[in-house]
């Protein structure tokens, strides 16, 4: 019986061994089959490729079982429904996400699978041309969540002191400009626009230098004359008692340049060095007395007579008044530079003319004007009534310097 029992054991240990040996024999020949019917894809995700064994019927089904997740911007070599074949390529870049502003306008989001900045404004058909300022450098790999700011260049019209040029800038404001110029504004000087302003092509710059200089004058100042009566003398004739002599006056100028050009001239101080003396002149009253004629009757007489007559010379007289003076010039809008009496101020700047009231002193009259000198009345003026004049002066700096004043008048013929 134990022995019957024994064979009847050891039976039953070969059959369990033969199924054992049996299932894995089945498994390993089903393992082997799988893997035989995997295919072998190249995969290359972001520039990195990898052989890949799969039973994946789809591109689509492949990259899942990567993990990949396939975004609209993403590039895919393959539509995710083709069908996965052995030998195949797969290639798949992610799309980064950057932000681009152009000049001032705003900011715009865009997804790329472009490997540098100057693919993506390839990409985006961006022309930079050589005075645009670009943020990155165009060889810069693009990082998701950059920010890239493109500014176009343009031509600006600046004017600085009178010079005009065009120059390229990518400036936003006049300011900034300015800066990158390496421009200074100093306290007087004068811009248009102001340096807050936005700049643009169609918006000039001009940049006025100016500047406050002194400038000292010395000016002469001429004498008067003063006429006496005297009975000693007879009438006509002139004698003068002292001669005149002219005086000398400091003048202090603040004196306005705008571009290196007088543009006003303001008085702040006047001294004088050398009073003038007046010329005081003795001017005959005396009559002269009757001449007799000798009688024809008288035997201590020729028969013939000879009559004497006494020459009164020249006569020279003048009339003084005190008169409301201002100036002015022939260099001014709308000027014909033409006197009343047709002298020709531009011609003649150096001329002394004086405009008048011909009610008061006739026109073509010589005078002599405190401060001014000798000249002539040859013009008019609708502002010119009664005891007005204006002075003619070469410059309107001259003519603003004068100002208004009050001044002795001499009307010598």
């Known amino acids: 019986m134990n022995k019957k029992y024994g064979l009847q054991s050891v039976f039953k240990n070969a059959l369990v061994w033969i199924s054992i040996i049996s299932v894995a024999s089945i498994a390993f020949l089903l393992t082997v089959s799988y893997e035989a019917t995997k295919a072998s894809v190249q995969v290359t995700t972001d520039g990195k490729s990898e052989l890949i064994r799969t039973h994946a019927n789809t591109v689509g089904d492949l990259l899942t079982e990567l993990e990949v997740d396939v975004q609209k911007h993403d590039e895919l070599s393959h539509e995710l429904t083709d069908p996965v074949t052995f030998g195949m390529d797969v290639d798949y870049i992610a799309s980064k996400s950057i932000n681009l502003a152009v000049d001032d306008n705003d900011t ?54 009178g010079e ?156 003084t008044l005190y008169m409301h003076a201002t100036a002015y010039t022939a260099n001014c809008t709308g000027c014909s530079g033409i006197t009343a009496t ?6 003649n700047p150096g001329m002394k003319v004086i405009a008048v009231d011909p009610n008061v002193i006739p026109l073509g009259s010589r005078v002599w004007v405190e401060g001014y000198g000798y000249a002539v009345a040859g013009d008019t003026g609708g502002a010119i009534n009664g005891n007005r004049i204006d002075l003619f002066v070469p410059s309107k700096s001259q003519a603003l310097s004068f100002g208004r004043r009050n001044v002795q008048v001499k009307i010598l013929d």
């Open 108 to 161: 715009k989001k865009y997804h790329t699978t472009a490997s540098t900045i100057g693919d993506f404004l390839a990409e985006e058909e961006l022309d930079v041309k050589q005075r645009d300022e670009l943020s990155h450098e165009l060889s810069t790999s693009i990082q998701s969540g950059m920010d890239i700011q493109l500014d176009r260049a343009f031509q600006v019209t600046f004017n600085e002191g």
């Open 164 to 319: 005009e040029k065009q120059v390229w800038s990518t400036a936003s404001t006049v300011g900034e400009f300015l800066k990158n110029q390496n421009v200074t504004v100093n306290e007087l000087d004068e811009l248009k626009p102001a340096q807050g302003q936005d700049l643009s092509a169609d918006t000039p710059v001009v940049l006025t230098r100016v500047e406050k200089v002194t400038d000292i004058v010395e000016e002469e100042v001429d004498y008067t004359v003063e006429t006496r009566k005297d009975g000693s003398l007879a009438k006509g004739k002139e004698k003068v008692i002292s001669s005149g002599e002219k005086g000398l006056v400091t003048k202090k100028y603040e004196v306005v340049l705008k571009n290196g050009e007088e543009a006003s001239r303001e008085l702040v101080k006047e001294t004088v060095e050398k009073e003038s003396k007046k010329k005081v002149v003795a001017v005959g009253t005396k009559e002269a007395a009757p001449v007799r004629t000798a009688s024809a009757s008288s035997s201590s007489s020729s028969s013939s007579s000879e009559a004497t007559t006494v020459s009164r010379g020249n006569s020279s007289s003048s009339r």
């Open 342 to 347: 047709g002298i020709n101020l531009k011609a």
